[in-house]
């Protein structure tokens, strides 16, 4: 493999180098990622129902009964094997409004790493990995001026408790 990962950290775990750390990592922009990502996390197998949230019934059933009944799904970023975490990531960058903006991007795309972890699995075919993730994360930039998802997220992370995730990583 050709691809050559600058993140010593990821490729230093147990059984990890570099070329082990490009073959694991997938992402929405691999073409234009081809020194560290080795594909799409792209779902081909369709399934019945979309990540939006509040769709009613009656829309998914008109979904349902129209030309493309099933969709496909588009994650940002995955992990698989070889890396020990298969990971699914939805990605977000903010850099508009307040903290209410902020906590329904926040709610938005939470909900959508979790609807991507609990699509069923599929093994691993000639042409794409298996669909098999462990674990679904938001990877979130706060690129407010004032830090409103960052506001957003320590009041949501209160009133939730720890089965909010980890604490944010500041840089």
């Not at 180098?17 to 369709?46: H, V």
């Not at 769709?55 to 009944?69: D, E, F, G, I, L």
Request: charged share 25%; hydrophobic share 35%; net charge positive.
């Amino acid at each position: 493999m050709s691809c050559q990962p600058s993140t010593t950290s990821f490729h230093s775990l147990d059984g990890m180098d570099p070329d082990r750390a490009c073959e694991s990592l997938l992402s929405e922009s691999y073409r234009e990622m081809r020194k560290y990502a080795s594909g799409t996390p792209a779902r081909l197998s369709r399934h019945p129902f979309e990540k939006v949230i509040g769709a009613s019934a009656q829309a998914v059933v008109r979904r349902w009964k129209s030309a493309k009944p099933t969709v496909k799904s588009y994650p940002d970023l995955a992990l698989r094997a070889p890396c020990p975490y298969r990971t699914v990531f939805e990605g977000k960058y903010f850099s508009r409004g307040g903290v209410t903006a902020a906590e329904t991007a926040l709610a938005t795309n939470i909900y959508q790493a979790f609807f991507y972890r609990g699509l069923a699995r599929i093994p691993e075919t000639p042409r794409r990995p298996a669909w098999d993730y462990d674990y679904a994360c938001v990877l979130a930039y706060d690129a407010t001026p004032d830090g409103a998802l960052l506001a957003a997220w320590d009041g949501l992370r209160r009133r939730s408790g720890k089965g909010a995730g980890k604490e944010p990583v500041s840089t």
